[in-house]
């Protein structure tokens, strides 16, 4: 079955960076569309970040935009999500995601498939 693990969490000052990765197992990696988002308890999943199957088109929420960035490697089976500057509002659960459909950016929870088991990402002040 598709399994996505993630890597990468950690705590940060703000200010600093992390850089989170996701290995897919499974299935070919290029068959789907990846995605990363983020929860904090009590709200709803956010769209951080998605990325096409080849990497030829992104999208980026703004609240993150200019900060973070995805990237894949089809060839490690691994995306990436590359944070800089970081704030303490940035703290969260960052799950990344897989979508069957690998030509789309669907930028929303509802239209991923398969879930990693999230990596813990804390900034302190």
């Known amino acids: 079955q598709v399994q996505l693990v993630e890597s990468g969490g950690g705590l940060v000052q703000a200010g600093g960076s992390l850089r989170l990765s996701c290995v897919v197992s499974g299935r070919t990696f290029s068959s789907f569309a990846m995605g990363w988002f983020r929860q904090v308890p009590g709200k709803e999943r956010e769209f951080v970040a998605d990325?096409?199957?080849?990497?030829?088109?992104?999208h980026v929420a703004d609240v993150v935009r200019g900060r973070f960035t995805i990237s894949r490697d089809n060839a490690k089976n691994t995306v990436y999500l590359q944070m800089n500057n970081l704030k303490p509002e940035d703290t969260a659960v960052y799950y990344c995601a897989a979508d069957s459909t690998p030509g789309r950016l669907v930028s929303h929870y509802s239209g991923f498939d398969y879930w990693g088991q999230g990596t813990q990402v804390t900034v302190s002040s």
């Open positions: 990325i096409t199957w080849n990497g030829s088109s992104t």
